[in-house]
């Protein structure tokens, strides 16, 4: 699966959000348990971080930091300022059709909370905004650029 996630991670950099969607689904269809998933939002935001990790030589990595009118499940802070910026908000739904619902919830939440103005206030003038939605292995990710 190293390859996966590799491919995963340069998605996510090249801002090719469908193929990171389907390497991420990829990568929780063949690696996660059936046990492993949750009903509980907070499970999936630390498999996310875990998996982010990767990229701590390039990003500041935020997890639940405060910003703007409450906290961000995740964020990735450029240490080059002229790169872009991610905002993660996750949600988990009650059944697979309700997954859509959920991303836009939480990109809604990203732009109602205004969480990008601490990067803002920083200079950093590309921001990418992801609402990402599981319920149980199935995952759906939403994007927003600012």
Do not use: H
Not at 30 to 43: A, N, P, R, V
Not at 122 to 142: R, T
């Amino acid at each position: 699966n190293e390859g996966l996630f590799r491919k995963m991670i340069k998605s996510l950099l090249m801002e090719d959000i469908k193929s990171y969607e389907n390497l991420l689904q990829e990568i929780l269809l063949i690696s996660m348990s059936y046990y492993d998933g949750s009903k509980e939002e907070k499970f999936y935001p630390n498999l996310i971080l875990g998996m982010i990790l990767s990229l701590d030589s390039d990003y500041i990595i935020l997890s639940n930091s405060e910003t703007g009118y409450g906290r961000s499940g995740m964020a990735l802070e450029p240490k080059d300022r002229k790169k872009q910026g991610y905002i993660f908000e996750f949600k988990t739904a009650e059944n697979e059709k309700m997954l859509g619902d959920k991303v836009k919830e939480a990109l809604e939440q990203i732009e109602n909370k205004n969480y990008i103005v601490n990067m803002k206030n920083k200079g950093i003038k590309k921001i990418i905004k992801l609402g990402v939605a599981f319920y149980g292995k199935k995952v759906k990710v939403g994007v927003e650029k600012d």
